[in-house]
Nanobody, 120 residues
Framework: QVQLVESGGGLVQPGGSLRLSCAAS????????MGWYRQVPGKQRELVAS???????TYRDYVKGRFTISRDNAKNTVYLQMNNLEPEDTAVYYC??????????????WGQGTQVTVSS
C-alpha cells in the first residue's frame, strides 16, 4: 500500500509563509506526478500546483509568483513553499501522487489533508 503523509499546515497571518511537505511511502517504483490540491467547504477540490518526475510544473493562476512546488524524486517527497499568503488561500490542502507504480500495480493516491488558515 502507498501512504502519503503531509505536514506543515497551520495558522499564519496575511503576508506570511508556510511550507508544506508530503512524503510517499510503500513499495514504490516510480511516481509520475506529485502535486497539491486545496478545498474549501462547499467547493470542489482544485489543483494548486503539480510537478512531474521530469520537472514539468503546473500552477494555478492565482498562486503564480507566490507558491513554489519542488520535489525530491529520490525521497518521493513533494514540497509547496507558500509566500505572501492571503486569506483566500485558507483551505485544506491535499497532497496527490499520480501514476504511482508499485510492485503490485499502479494507482492514484491522496494524503489526509492539512489545514492552512490565513488570518490576522
Amino acid at each position: 500500500q502507498v501512504q502519503l503523509v503531509e505536514s506543515g499546515g497551520g495558522l499564519v497571518q496575511p503576508g506570511g509563509s508556510l511550507r508544506l511537505s508530503c512524503a510517499a511511502s510503500g513499495s514504490i517504483r516510480s511516481i509520475y506526478a506529485m502535486g497539491w490540491y486545496r478545498q474549501v467547504p462547499g467547493k470542489q477540490r482544485e489543483l494548486v500546483a503539480s510537478r512531474t518526475s521530469g520537472g514539468t510544473t503546473t500552477y494555478r493562476d492565482y498562486v503564480k509568483g507566490r507558491f513554489t512546488i519542488s520535489r525530491d524524486n529520490a525521497k518521493n517527497t513533494v514540497y509547496l513553499q507558500m509566500n505572501n499568503l492571503e486569506p483566500e488561500d485558507t483551505a485544506v490542502y491535499y497532497c496527490n501522487a499520480d501514476r504511482v507504480v508499485t510492485t503490485t500495480g499502479s494507482g492514484n493516491y491522496w494524503g489526509q489533508g492539512t489545514q492552512v488558515t490565513v488570518s490576522s
